[in-house]
């Protein structure tokens, strides 16, 4: 397969014009979003939700969160990533595969109809996790795009994905909330290094090959204007374009900042081997095998599924 998306370079890295569309052949008619959203969606390459889900169901969401949390605590498995400085969780991968409720969750219509729309086909799961982001200790995500890693360690062809973020705890510019960079989807940043193999068990608590230089954020800043950040009150949610520039901050203020993450991946743009000639990373980190469309399901998190949708 020819990669049309090299990085991972020697010397100067270059800055490429994306070859993807951003929005796959879809209209308002298609889904949940208007049409106002969809443009800004293919401006902006990200769109945030106010309240898409209930207080009531926050409070479910919230009480799973905490759940998950105990269940994982003083685990050493390899989908519980801590924080490299201390044992505080960071993230909880493959949350829909080894928990219930955030299965439920992955397949809720609300969420999967706009994925669906964004795509322009089917969906599956390509990646899930729950980011904790404790108050005081929680560390930074330096800047990144998600694609240049899925594409050259997993072996995700093409742009054609989309994260969505479960907002779970107040987000304030305070505590650590995501930033992005408008615009900074249509453009490809080349990085810098060689992959080491099992690069995965380093990257995942710091990440530092996949990461651009310090003159391409500043370039994509001056084409964007500006850097936004993801504030808003638990139960909004925010979709991101998979190529989107985003990172935060370290989290010093007392507030959690804590989000469940779920990657949709259209059922067109199956992963292949990775693009930087390692192995592939493990299942918990990128699924490849079982893989099948989401059938969305309408429900009330207080309650069972309502629903096929």
Known sequence: MVDLYPSRVKGNPSILERKDPVIHDSTEKD?????????????NGYLFLPNLFSGEEVKVLQQE????????????????????????????????QNDEFFHRLSSENRIVHIAEQLLGSQVYINQSRINFKPGFKGKDFYWHSDFETWHMEDGMPNMRAVSCSII????????????????SHRYYVQCIGETPENHFEQSLKMQNIGVPDHDSVHWLLEKGGK????????GSVLFFECNTMHGSNSNIS????????????????????PFANVSPRPEFIANRTNIKPIEPVAMDLTKKIIAAS
């Open 254 to 273: 007392p507030m959690p900042r804590s989000n469940v993450f779920f990657v949709f991946n259209s059922i067109k743009n199956q992963l292949v081997d």
């Open 31 to 43: 889904g949940p979003l208007s049409q106002q959203q969809l443009d800004d969606y293919e401006k």
């Open 168 to 183: 779970l705890t107040d987000n304030y510019h305070y505590n650590g909330p995501l930033l992005l960079i408008p615009g």
């Open 227 to 234: 850097i936004d950040s993801a504030t808003g009150p638990a």
């Open 65 to 96: 969160l905490k759940r998950n949390m105990d269940q994982n605590k003083g685990s050493n498995e390899p989908h519980i990533v801590k924080e490299s400085q201390s044992e505080e969780i960071r993230s909880v991968f493959d949350v829909h």
